[in-house]
Antibody, heavy 122, light 107 residues
Framework: EVQLVESGGGLVKPGGSLRLSCAASGFTFSSYSMNWVRQAPGKGLEWVSSINSSSSYMNYVDSVKGRFTISRDNAKNSLYLQMDSLRAEDTALYYC???????????????WGQGTLVTVSS | DIQMTQSPSTLSASVGDRVTITCRASQRISSWLAWYQQKPGKAPNLLIYKASTLESGVPSRFSGSGSGTEFTLTISSLQPDDFATYYCQQYNAYFPTFGQGTKVEIK
């Protein structure tokens, strides 16, 4: 069974940093692109970042470029999101999601974690 | 980037009703469209991909159609478990983008 478990969320002041983690199990992690998708309280879904299986390609939504860094450790079956210079508008539930099509640069998402909450407030 | 617009934003329906949700893309996306269901406090759940392919385990009352810029999600006979918010998502170009969501409420 595919499982994705996020951690690392919490309350942080504007300008601060957080590192989110996603522990994957139940599939060959090194074969799939992975993603972070966020959802602000009471709002819709917003894709944040993707990384391909070999870490040779990363992509970000414009609003986080230069502030967030996605990475992965295939030996540890883990995905990460380093979040720097956090703003109030980054407050959201952050989901880890697997790209359904192994090897595709763009894909739909077939498995999601339960999310980790990031709150940016003074 | 590609903008996705869903209509309606909210839909009130009764158990047994046929329900249709529309999703329009700001440019052609071929059939690279997915639909998700999200219940309160839960992660989204994939229903349909490639516009009309039903994800394994999803009830057959759900169906998707369309290509290019206009797509629909249809629930043939609404069940109590179907009251939720539904999102479309394109994965054709640039980066993935979602519609704003359609909340299906009990009438």
């Amino acid at each position: 069974e595919v499982q994705l478990v996020e951690s690392g969320g919490g309350l942080v002041k504007p300008g601060g940093s957080l590192r989110l983690s996603c522990a994957a199990s139940g599939f060959t992690f090194s074969s799939y692109s992975m993603n972070w998708v966020r959802q602000a309280p009471g709002k819709g879904l917003e894709w944040v970042s993707s990384i391909n299986s070999s870490s040779s390609y990363m992509n970000y939504v414009d609003s986080v470029k230069g502030r967030f860094t996605i990475s992965r450790d295939n030996a540890k079956n883990s995905l990460y999101l380093q979040m720097d210079s956090l703003r109030a508008e980054d407050t959201a539930l952050y989901y880890c999601a697997r790209s359904a099509e192994a090897g595709a640069s763009l894909s739909h998402f077939d498995h999601w974690g339960q999310g980790t909450l990031v709150t940016v407030s003074s | 980037d590609i903008q996705m617009t869903q209509s309606p934003s909210t839909l009130s329906a009764s158990v047994g009703d046929r329900v249709t949700i529309t999703c329009r893309a700001s440019q052609r996306i071929s059939s690279w469209l997915a639909w998700y269901q999200q219940k309160p406090g839960k992660a989204p759940n994939l229903l349909i991909y490639k516009a009309s392919t039903l994800e394994s385990g999803v009830p057959s009352r759900f169906s998707g159609s369309g290509s290019g810029t206009e797509f629909t999600l249809t629930i043939s006979s609404l069940q109590p478990d179907d009251f939720a918010t539904y999102y479309c998502q394109q994965y054709n170009a640039y980066f993935p983008t979602f519609g704003q969501g359609t909340k299906v409420e009990i009438k």
